[in-house]
Structure formats: C-alpha cells, structure tokens
C-alpha cells in the first residue's frame, strides 16, 4: 500500500519538529547530565566548547560543499543517522573528560551541519515559493518546547540519567522521517550558478565581515545561558519542572515571532531588527544576572522570541538576499562563526566566568549587546526593505 507524499511544508515542518524535540532535551540538560557525572563548571565549559569548536570546523569545510539542491536531501539523511549512532552511543559514557569531549565532537560534527543544510533546504522551497519559511521552521520551536519541558517532568522523576536515551529516541525518529521523500524534491534553480562560491571570496566583502560580527555578539551572548542557565537555576533552587517551564516559555515566545514575523516585521529593515535584537540582549541578560525571581525570569525569558528568534529571522533574510550562488556559503559562515567558532569560544569563557561569578556571569554576556548598536550593514546588502 502506497501512502501520498508529504508537500516540502509538512516535510520540513516534521523534520524540524523531530530534531528540534532532541534539542529540547540537549540545550537544556546537557550540563545538567554532565554536572551528574561529576564535571566541574570548568571541564563543563571544555566539552560543551570543543563540541560548538567542532561545528565550527565542520560547517567551514564540510556545509559548503552542498551547495546545490539535490545534495541537501541526501545530506539531512545522512547527518540524521550519524547523529542517532553517536547519540546512542553516550549511553556507555563515563566520567572521564577525554572521552566525553571526544563525544561532544562526535555528537556536533554532525548536528552542527543539521541546521544550515535543513535551512538551506527551506530557504530553497521558500525561493521556490512552496512554503514560508517561519510558519515552517515554528514547528522546530513549538517541538523544541515539549522536549525541554517534557525531559524536565522526566528528570524531576527519574533522574539526570534519562536524558540520554531521550534524546538519542529523538534522533532515530528524526532519521526514519528523513528516509521520506516530499512531494516536490530539490531541484537546481535556472540562476543557480554549478561552481560554489569559495567562502574566502564571500569574506572578502565588508558587509558580510559586519553581518557576521553582529549575529556574533547577539547569538553569542546567549553562551552562558545555553551552558549553564539550568545549573544556576537549579542551585538557586528551582525545580528541574521549572527549569523545562522556563526554556519552554521562551520558545514560545520565539515560535510567536515567527509566526507573526511576515505581518509584524514584514517592513522592518534588517538593521532595525538587528539592532532590536541587541537591545534585548541588554536587557535580557541583565535580568538573568539579576535575580532568580521566578517572576524576573520569566520576564527575560519571554526577551528569548526577539535575542534569538528575530536575530534569526534577520540573518536569514540577509542571506536570502543574496545571489543564489552565494547562498550556501553565507548560510555555512552563519552556522561556523557566530554559531560556531564565537559561540565556543564564549562557552569556554562562560565556563571561567561561572566558576568565579556565579549569576553574575550573565552581566558580560549583556555587555555583547552594546557593539550591535553600533555597526551598520550596508544599504544595498541588507537594508533595502524585504517581505517574508
């Protein structure tokens, strides 16, 4: 019996929602499951940086070689069931710090490359005109919320144990969809150009430098919270339920954003939303460091839909500006430096700065707000006026 082919929405709309459900149960627990093999706030901050490390180097020299539609599909397939051996794999883990870093790289070497080739796969059918690409990538969010609070409900219950298994069922699901085809597959688009633009050429442009640092310092202030948010909070007392409840809350907040992001920023400038962005960051982190007042973190977490949601949403449009050539190369530089190489680097840092500072760590990560403030993409790049 033959059953019909998902359209290129739904399929990426259940693709999104399977890997983004493991991330629900990984942002958020991870360091909580390091924590319970008894690693330092120190070694903590190693793994978790030399895995971001490893997404760095991957994405620089293994994303951009699927620079043409038909290499994305099989690309997804293969990046999901890597993923789900290695993700199996943590469960013979041990408390050594070599072999849980060599896990961490394993692990993002290749989910690290998951987001920009399913990205680049969206962003292909949003060309195309057959999806919009927020109302699809929501669905990763809305997923990403049900992990994390259901892995809190499931820790608070079983343990730090369970998180393990969790998200490794998580990636299995994710590749059996991934074995589906969708109704449309990727197909080379007519203005396409067959050679990739090498990643040095594209660096060579100054708005790209300056598009790059700015979705550096926004994405990259949110180091500390990825690591260490859950640690913090559970030591201040909150519960592990809560913990899920807060990363949640803020994913709803970021699944709002892009649903609404076509109606409501529809006519923003991609430097009014940058800058936006950092504005948030400011405020946000500073009342992360504040206080662990259940009502003081819901508040910076509700911040959560405009740090990360509408700086994504900008970095995206600025990329789908671009020539199409181009497309890929900009789309591995976004997930290699700010989400890369930036992103661990400041989780090492983190990692010093809670050992010493506790909460007060989150106080330097809101200072990374201030220089978007100041730089400026240049009109004719990315500050003409787009539509989503």
């Not at 790059?212 to 919270?225: E, N």
């Not at 948010?229 to 994913?251: E, K, N, P, R």
């Not at 911040?303 to 994504?312: D, E, I």
């Amino acid at each position: 019996m033959s059953y019909p082919r998902p359209t290129p929405y739904h399929w990426l709309s259940i693709y999104y929602g399977a890997y983004f459900f493991a991330f629900g149960v990984y942002l958020p627990f991870w360091s909580v499951w390091l924590a319970w093999l008894g690693l330092s706030a120190d070694d903590i901050g190693i793994v978790l940086g030399a895995g971001v490390m490893a997404r760095f180097v991957v994405n620089l020299t293994l994303t951009p070689r699927f620079h043409l539609p038909e290499h994305l599909l099989p690309a997804i397939r293969w990046l999901s069931f890597l993923a789900t051996v290695i993700g199996f794999l943590h469960l013979m883990a041990t408390p050594d710090l070599l072999w849980l870093t060599a896990l961490s790289i394993a692990i993002n070497s290749v989910i690290g490359p998951s987001i920009p080739v399913s990205d680049a796969l969206a962003n292909h059918y949003n060309r195309r005109k057959l999806i919009d690409y927020g109302r699809a990538r929501l669905w990763g969010s809305l997923a990403f919320v049900v992990g994390s609070m259901m892995a809190g409900t499931l820790v608070e219950r079983f343990g730090p144990p369970i998180i393990v298994p969790l998200a490794a069922g998580a990636l299995l699901l994710t590749w059996c969809w991934s074995l589906s085809s969708p109704q449309q597959l990727p197909a080379k688009e007519e203005t396409q150009a067959m050679v990739r633009t090498p990643l040095l050429q594209v660096l060579r442009v100054k708005s790209v430098l300056v598009f790059l640092a700015i979705v550096s310092f926004i994405q990259g202030s949110h180091a500390a919270y990825y690591a260490f948010s859950a640690i913090h909070w559970t030591q201040a007392g909150v519960s592990d339920v809560m913990v899920g409840y807060l990363w949640s809350f803020g994913v709803v907040v970021e699944v709002m954003m892009f649903a609404l992001a076509a109606k409501v920023f529809g006519s923003w400038q991609v430097q009014s939303l940058f800058r936006l962005a950092a504005l948030a960051v400011i405020l946000r982190w500073c009342l992360t460091g504040w206080s662990t007042d259940l009502g003081v973190l819901f508040t910076a977490q509700s911040l959560h839909g405009l740090t990360f949601g509408v700086a994504h949403i900008a970095a995206m449009r600025y990329i789908q500006q671009q020539a199409s050539d181009k497309i890929m190369a900009l789309q591995a530089l976004y997930s290699a430096i700010p989400m890369g190489v930036v992103m661990a680097l400041l989780t090492v840092v983190s990692g010093e700065l809670y050992e010493q500072l506790g909460g007060d760590s989150f106080y330097a990560m809101a200072l990374l707000g201030l220089p978007v403030l100041l730089l400026t993409l240049k009109a004719d790049t990315a500050e003409e006026v787009v539509r989503s």
